[in-house]
């Protein structure tokens, strides 16, 4: 859905939260078809208010799968689990959301639109109180104890209170977000919804048009020479008349006007009974008896029943049609590929014709045989090389040239020297860069890579390491920018050689001749039996 369809019910539910109308809250809410984490923890506590906790379990379970380290998210559901005795679970999520504190004391979640600060001893405030309700008093008298070891605003007394209570073994309350405390949307997004007028409402001043009461931005319509009735009211006397049945003109000067049209009466009846009218933009003769008065009375707001005020629409325009080629008789005959008739491809395009005693084809499939040799007769020795870089650059070579020949052809173009160099390409359909193999290997040409006579690598160069031994490389799936000096910066296809690992999420690698440490999710490993991290 568009943003601002969310942002709009988003602002609504938000202010039903504000006037305690929780259902009306809710069914804002579900509107949305694509809720965001924020939106999910709204509508939890929306049902933790109306008590229905296994459906506020279930909001919070898809904002927590929709933002994995929302530590306010875990901190919520663990008290819902207390709540319904689920407390190995609820001890889980206390966990968790201490983890995901990354060991801050206090996290503030105004920035996302939360007017609440979660405390990490809050959280080991429910962890006891998990321990609590398992039985477990000296687990939770620890926890408490380290708790009030815990620097942060908004204490008071409620560690001591907490301890005295367990010393009596009697079971802590969980600790909850507010409950009108919600995610909010940003005031600034809000106020952007309510559309603006900036250049104000048009007025006509002067026309050519006899009574044009257009006001707009389109360019002035074309408009059929012709007469053009004044503007009446509806209210005053209208000169308006409706034909009775049909009329042929019979002599000089007469309309031809179908029955039931609309006339304007121009003038006032003449000694032979006729009458000078106005219809679609023509000035004629009418009998008068063939004429009744027509109702053009309108009620305010109805302008799609106004009478036409005999001005016509532009002329109907036909768009120009397009020249047809003329076809030099040396030209070879375009061919439209069936089913049974594949375009033309690395196979047609880098392979010898079949020989002549081969037997004939089907006369269906005579106009593309005669395609694919104009293929390979133009193309047959060669193959366009086209190489990514910095910048493009692009070489023609002959298909049987091998991969160390392509290579020094290249080095030389970008003024490189060969042995920092490292091509790679992409099979067809698919986004993943490979190396380009067999570069010292004989018999291997360029024309394995190649289609419909054409070729795209793409060229890194890297430096020679000295010293450190690589464990295994990896290829990059996105661009990652340095994050700080002992960052490694790479781009989407570049070879990482991975010198150590730092944990299970960050890798030391060297590219391109810098050394830093990265993210192991932006690369993947083209060896499958490297050994991976086992997940903790």
Known sequence: MLYTELLRLWDEAVQAVDAKDWHGALSKLEEISEPTSRILFNVASAHLVLGQLDLALKALDLAIAKDERLAVGFFQRAAVMMQIDRLEEALS??????????????????QLGLRFKLYSWQVLYNAAAVYCRMGQWEQAKEILLTASQERGGSRGGNIEVALDSVLREEVLAPLLVPEDVVFRPRKQDVEQLQQRDFLGKSKVITSMIPNDDFGGFEPLRLQKPGFYEPKVDGAQDSRYMRMRIPYMARGPGQLTVPGGATVFLFGEEDRDGMATVIYDGQRGLL?????????VKMSKGKKENRVPSGIPLPPGLKPPTRP??????????????????PPPSYTTATHAPLAASEPPKDPANAASDQHDGVVQGAEVGSVVVKVHYTYTVALSVPLDTPYHEVKERIAQKLGQPVSQLRLRYKQHGSRVLIPLGGEV???????????????????????????RPILYQMVALYDYNAQGTEDL???EGDTIDILGEVNEEWLEGHCAGNIGIFPSCFAYSENANITQSPEL
Not at 287 to 295: G, K, Q, R, V
Not at 327 to 335: D, E, F, G, I, K
Request: with cysteine.
């Open 441 to 467: 290997e004989p018999g291997r040409t360029v024309q394995e890579v190649a289609e419909a006579g054409r070729a795209t690598l793409w060229c890194q160069t890297e430096d020679p390491l000295a010293n």
């Open 489 to 491: 910066e790479f781009s």
């Open 324 to 341: 047809e080629a003329q076809h030099s008789p040396a030209a070879p005959p375009r061919v439209r590929f069936t089913s049974d008739t």
């Open 93 to 110: 999520d206390c966990i968790w959301a201490q983890k995901h504190m990354r060991g801050n004391m206090v996290i503030d979640y105004r």
């Open 287 to 295: 009998p008068i008896s063939l004429l009744e008065p027509a109702d």
